[in-house]
């Protein structure tokens, strides 16, 4: 199985900072045949199913303000908020969709400071 | 708009089995995989598998093999997956979620507390 590390766990971020989430996997998730990552960022609030936030590493899904971005490729990955806003308040998750079994990160909890 | 609406919670005793169900609108139902995926009280997600709702096909890891059934009825749009032998440490949320097109999942049913206890 793939496993996916985030770090750090958690995090605490001044309104309108920049917030960073890294998650690694054990292997890569790069598909050569067709240069895509199968690598995913979700975001779950409180009460609520995840939210899927980036796709294919860096492309950011419909209606996700562009103030989140992913990069990264192969392992290592990034998810990155420019200016933290207060309903940014969440657990972010990392998944690969490279193999199955389809992993997730243990999750990372963002917080305002 | 995409929906999909899960069944009620359910309170099971450790040995039973439970079925939850999946109802989808909004698109077409065997155009797009479903996913299941469950959370742990206070923990992470856990992916149980796929159900291609066109043939029925399902992908199950192993951890789950033997333990989970995952079925659908096309002609109500709706997919299920049944746990039997249940655990206490089955008590979870468990979502179903459809498959973007490239084994991402962008839409989520509400999810279902099921809860393990003697």
Redesign the interface.
Known sequence: DIVMTQSPESLAVSLGERATINCKSSQSVLYSSNN?N?F?W?Q?KPGQ????LI??ASTR?SGVPDRFSGSGSGTDFTLTISSLQAEDVAVY?C?Q?YS????????TKLEIK | QVQLVQSGAEVKKPGASVKVSCKASGYSFTGYFL?W?RQAPGQ????MGWINPDSGGT?I???FQGRVTMTRDTSISTAYMELNRLRSDDTAVY?C?RD?G?????H????TLVTVSS
């Not at chain 1, 199913?49 to 899927?52: C, E, F, Q």
């Not at chain 1, 199955?100 to 999750?107: K, N």
């Not at chain 2, 992470?44 to 992916?47: I, S, T």
């Open positions: 895509k199968y995913g979700y779950q199913p995840p939210k899927l796709y294919w899904e998750y998944q969709y199955t079994p389809y992993t997730f990160g243990q999750g | 996913h995926v992470g997600l856990e992916w992908n890891p192993q951890n979502y979620a973007r490239d084994y991402s999942s962008d989520w049913g509400q999810g």
